[in-house]
């Protein structure tokens, strides 16, 4: 339908309709905008949110070692990977929706004024087209009575017989004259009426019908418009909706990775310390001069009843227990080196083979050293790499540089190296001092728990003892790695030359040991479950998938692999990181 033909008396109020389009083109403007500003202020409350709640730098190595905290940590990080999704929205409705819009506006108020003009310059056409209608018709009304009134002069004057021949002659003309005049004003009017209803039917049925199509498909295109942004609003939200559910299923795939079990066990693995449970506590018969000595191989000091004595009856020494000096303490020992032990645990700086540190974090602290300096190695031999390359172009094109600039640069960089590498070495060898340590017959070092390491530890500082072949150890004196001890092998002898050592080194020791040995020689120690799926690209590894499960032959020497073996009898070594290994002698704690 035509607003032309069917609304063609309407030329005001199509005129405020089309103005209200434009009113409603501002006010979905501001609309767009106040959604986008409550976008942004929603994304920016979710950021905030999450950095008041993300772990200092401090807390990270923690949160990382506990499912529940590493999950939660997971979550935020996928929280604000939604809130920027919401920035998103704000910003592609700014950059495409509300340009659009404010183009449209401008682009319908040109027009609508365009067609305001033109619908005024034909209305004023018309008119001007009427007031010349309406000015003939009243000249040929004046002509008219003028012509009639000479014609009654005329015929009075002819009947008048005082009146000479000359006057009604006189009169007679004046009459021709003023119905003369008549006349031509009749046509006049006549003419200009024709014209006049010509341009009247012209102004109702071409001019102003043209002027209101241009309005009504100017206010169709608007509305057209607005339902083409409308959805174009839907679809800038549809189309991040994949990645918001993305964002809740990593929400809910960490959730599933929460596991009290896991971080029971990462408890025990953190804060084990590795020494043996107390002894009973001795009966002090005060009718016999002596104490009864029931000092035993769980290596419960001799004097360690004094101790709880003190905490019992002695005053004094229930103050100097408070202190530290006594109590619980005393329970494990009363050696001077193993009160700094306990004393170092409390916040002293750690000794540099951590030998002040209990069985269990000892191990745990020389292996993180171990690998951060593997680290630290493999950076500078990147170094190194990158500036034998740059000084190979220096020597094939001396233009851009001067080779032998490199040569003092890459000398400091291999004496880092062999520094870094002799510090680890050091390090390794009081790793391999502290396995190395006897062990109860039938057991392989690689598969000792932390209790009968600590155990016998305590009993060999105790009883003042040393190992076969080897120099006397002074009592509460550390074992420290020296000169005199053999260099420890390298990260590729330790990976693939170290087991077979071993295995050379104690095969006609464990020939006659119970327990579970597979043809090499090698116990089973435990049984590991994959985490993740591993193909084999060394020689001696195993290729490994999701939830297998495997026996395990040898823990992980520090260099990050376990050796296990298969259910099809297929053995190697498999990175640590990647299984979850549950021993034996953990059951027996």
């Not at 501002?26 to 979710?46: G, N, P, Q, V």
């Not at 305590?458 to 020296?482: H, I, K, R, W």
Request: charged fraction near 30%; proline fraction near 4%; glycine fraction near 6%.
């Amino acid at each position: 339908m035509s607003w032309g033909t069917e609304l063609w008396d309407q030329y005001d109020t199509i005129a405020t309709h089309t103005q209200k389009g434009i009113d409603f083109c501002e006010r979905f403007t501001h609309f767009l905008k106040d959604r986008c500003s409550i976008e942004l202020k929603y994304a920016s409350e979710l950021k905030k949110l999450v950095k008041s709640y993300q772990p200092k730098k401090k807390e990270e190595e923690e949160y990382q070692q506990y499912s529940w905290a590493a999950r939660f940590w997971d979550v935020l990080k996928e929280l604000h990977d939604l809130a920027g999704q919401h920035e998103v929205i704000a910003e592609n409705t700014q950059g495409q929706v509300m340009k659009d819009v404010q183009s449209l506006i401008s682009e319908m108020k040109q027009q609508r004024r365009k067609d305001l003009q033109d619908g005024a310059k034909v209305q004023d056409q018309l008119k001007e087209s009427l007031a010349k209608l309406d000015k003939s018709r009243k000249n040929y009304e004046k002509a008219f009575k003028m012509a009639e009134k000479a014609t009654d002069d005329y015929r009075k004057a002819d009947a008048d017989i005082n009146l000479s021949r000359a006057e009604v002659e006189k009169t007679r003309n004046q009459m021709m004259i003023k119905n003369s005049q008549c006349d031509e004003s009749k046509n006049e009017y006549a003419a200009q009426l024709q014209q006049t209803n010509q341009h009247q039917r012209d102004h109702y049925t071409q001019q102003m019908p043209s002027v209101f199509q241009q309005m009504q498909s100017m206010e169709e295109n608007r509305i057209n418009k607005i339902k083409s942004m409308v959805k174009q609003i839907a679809d800038i939200e549809r189309s991040v909706i994949p990645i918001i559910n993305t964002c809740i299923d990593g929400m809910v795939k960490a959730s599933d990775g929460i596991s009290a079990e896991e971080d029971s066990k990462a408890v025990i693995d953190k804060y084990k310390s590795g020494f043996p449970i107390p002894a009973d506590i001795p009966f002090e018969d005060l009718s016999n001069s002596s104490v009864i000595d029931t000092s035993n191989a769980n290596g419960t000091p001799k004097n360690s009843l004094d101790n709880r004595k003190g905490t019992v009856s002695d005053k004094k020494k229930n103050r100097k227990d408070k202190k530290g000096g006594g109590g619980l303490f005393g329970i494990f020992t009363s050696s001077k080196a193993t009160i700094n032990k306990i004393i170092g645990l409390l916040g002293e700086e750690s000794k540099e083979d951590f030998s002040d540190l209990p069985p269990n974090q000892q191990r745990k602290a020389l292996n993180r050293k171990i690998d951060e300096f593997k680290k630290e190695i493999a950076r500078e031999t990147a170094e190194r790499e990158g500036m034998l390359k740059m000084k190979d172009v220096y020597v094939n094109n001396p233009a851009l540089g001067d080779p032998n600039a490199l040569e003092k640069k890459i000398e400091e960089n291999a004496q880092k190296i062999d520094s870094l590498q002799a510090e680890m070495r050091k390090y390794q060898g009081y790793l391999a001092n502290m396995d190395a340590k006897p062990s109860p017959v039938g057991q392989r070092r690689n598969s000792l728990s932390d209790d009968s390491i600590s155990q016998s530890s305590t009993n060999m500082e105790m009883s003042q003892t040393s190992l076969p072949g080897q120099p006397p150890v002074a009592a509460n004196e550390p074992e420290v790695y020296t000169d005199e001890w053999p260099e420890p092998p390298s990260d590729e002898e330790f990976e693939e030359e170290g087991a077979i050592d071993d295995e050379e080194d104690h095969v006609g020791e464990f020939e006659h040991a119970e327990g579970d040995f597979d043809e090499e020689g090698f116990p089973v120690i435990g049984t590991c479950r994959a985490l993740y799926i591993y193909e084999a690209g060394n020689e001696g590894s195993v290729a490994m998938t999701e939830g297998e499960e495997m026996f395990v032959l040898e823990q992980d020497q520090g260099d990050g692999w376990t050796r296990v073996r298969k259910h099809d009898n297929s053995e190697g070594f498999v990175p640590t990181s990647y299984i979850q290994c549950h021993f034996y002698d953990q059951d027996e704690v």
